[in-house]
């Protein structure tokens, strides 16, 4: 747990309740309504913002390797020896000397506690192919926890209600059972509110930044093989990955060299095209996150890799630099990612750090939902919502519809139209002629 006690240099994060007065009424409000709104959301600080936390951690980590201890494979049947040893920061081995700043110590406490609650909130037993249902109690707890560690002088009451939203939906959905890239996207935007608000950019190298990261992804794969998480909105085999998109930018930042300098000394960087090989795979999956995120795919997945992973697979088949390979995923993120409205939908603004403004003239951006509603106050037709073509539907009269009779319906010949237009149970019902007229 971290510590409540009084510091001469405030921290920026402590365990300390929020008391019994703190109401969320300024957490942030889903504004994507519809594909529509994606310009919008391109314009906005918000979409500007994450942008320049994604490019610093990424410059960050380049030509870094992941501590030593931090990072590990799971056991795809669940939790085991090694994935319970995770209950406290794996520090040790030749990086026991690793100096880390108090705000990534408290980053790892908070990381640490969500995973012994995964140990204090075992799953449901029985059969089930996703989702189990012990998945929202570690919510519910979870959720209890951090709401009381964001609180300090250094942070507005906004900024500590949105960090504490984003780190909630930093772990897959309470009601769907699910986890994307998108609860992804959350943690990425938490880290960087957390670092950006009180200038820690600076504070922290690439090494720590790794050591987040690297017990982020440990946490989250847990739950993911200990309650059956579904991948969220996964394009099945013709996605990166079921789950994660970020971890493989990093991963391959990590074998590019920082811009503006050159690699200097010996560092073994694999050649993309053998990253697929057993031994590359069991040299590089504890150091680096991109070869560690695929150690983990062969981990859960059966049959040729080029089936499952196509997408991973032509990577590794054609592409022959790093450097074409960050550039690649970067953009694949804006396409799949800031680009989807299936992800991009469940990301909230709030007022301060991820907000629904115009980057440029620092006004509130329209949604799809808003100009729906403006224009039906505007017009005086009457409307019903619901209807087929959206929240423009006319009344239906039996002037404005076309009715379709029942087959036996016998219709009524008008005068002067052709005979023929008589249905068959009306031809059925004339007279018959007897037999021998």
């Known amino acids: 747990m971290l510590s409540t006690a009084c510091k001469p240099t405030p921290q920026l994060l402590s365990v300390t309740s929020m008391g019994t007065g703190y109401i969320r009424t300024k957490e942030p409000e889903k504004r994507i309504f519809d594909s529509s709104d994606l310009p919008a959301f391109r314009k906005s600080k918000a979409f500007e913002r994450l942008h320049f ?146 200038n820690h950019f600076g504070a922290i190298d690439g090494d720590e930044i790794l050591v987040i990261f690297a017990t982020y992804y440990n946490l989250v794969r847990r739950l993911i093989l200990d309650y059956s998480l579904e991948p969220a909105g996964s394009h099945g085999v013709w ?49 680096n996150l991109y070869v560690n995120a695929i150690a983990f795919i062969f981990r859960i997945k059966q049959g040729p890799f080029n089936e499952h992973s196509p997408i991973l697979f032509d990577i590794h088949r054609s592409v022959s630099l790093w450097t074409k390979v960050l550039s690649g995923l970067q953009k694949m993120y804006e396409v799949e990612v800031f680009g989807k409205f299936p992800v991009v939908q469940h990301f909230y603004f709030g007022r301060n750090l991820y907000a629904w403004v115009d980057a440029v003239t620092n006004q509130p951006l329209a949604t799809a939902i808003a100009a729906r509603t403006d224009s039906e ?54 007279k018959r002629p007897e037999r021998g007229d």
Not at 70 to 83: A, C, H, N, R, V
Not at 403 to 409: K, R
């Open 53 to 198: 936390v994604i490019l610093s951690l990424v410059d960050a980590v380049k030509g870094k390797d992941v501590p030593e201890g931090f990072l590990k494979p799971l056991d795809p049947k669940g939790s085991s020896s090694e994935t319970n040893s995770q209950s406290q920061p794996p520090i040790h081995g030749k990086h026991t000397e690793l100096k880390l700043s108090q705000i990534t110590k408290n980053i790892l406490a908070i990381l640490t506690r969500l995973d012994q609650l995964i140990d204090e909130t075992p799953p449901i037993t029985g059969p089930r192919r996703f989702g189990n249902m012990a998945c929202r109690d570690w919510h519910s707890k979870s959720e209890v926890f951090i709401a009381s560690i964001l609180n300090d002088q250094n942070l507005s009451e906004d900024d500590r209600i949105e960090l504490c939203f984003y780190l909630r939906e930093s772990f897959g959905s309470k009601v769907r059972l699910d986890y994307g890239s998108g609860h992804e996207l959350n943690f990425v935007a938490f880290l960087g509110g957390l670092l950006t608000q009180g």
């Open 239 to 287: 996605g990166l990955d079921d789950h994660f998109h970020f971890i493989y930018i990093l991963g391959a930042a990590q074998f590019n060299v920082p811009d503006g300098k050159r690699a200097d000394g010996y560092r073994f960087v694999p050649p993309v095209l053998q990253v697929l090989n057993d031994q590359t795979i069991e040299m590089c999956k504890y150091s």
């Open 377 to 430: 106050s505007e017009s005086s037709q009457e409307t019903l919502p619901g209807m087929l073509n959206g929240t423009q539907g006319l009344k239906t009269t039996s002037q404005n519809i076309s009715l379709t009779g029942a087959p036996w319906a016998m219709k009524r010949q008008i005068p002067g139209t052709d005979s023929r237009s008589v249905r068959l149970p009306a031809l059925l019902a004339r």
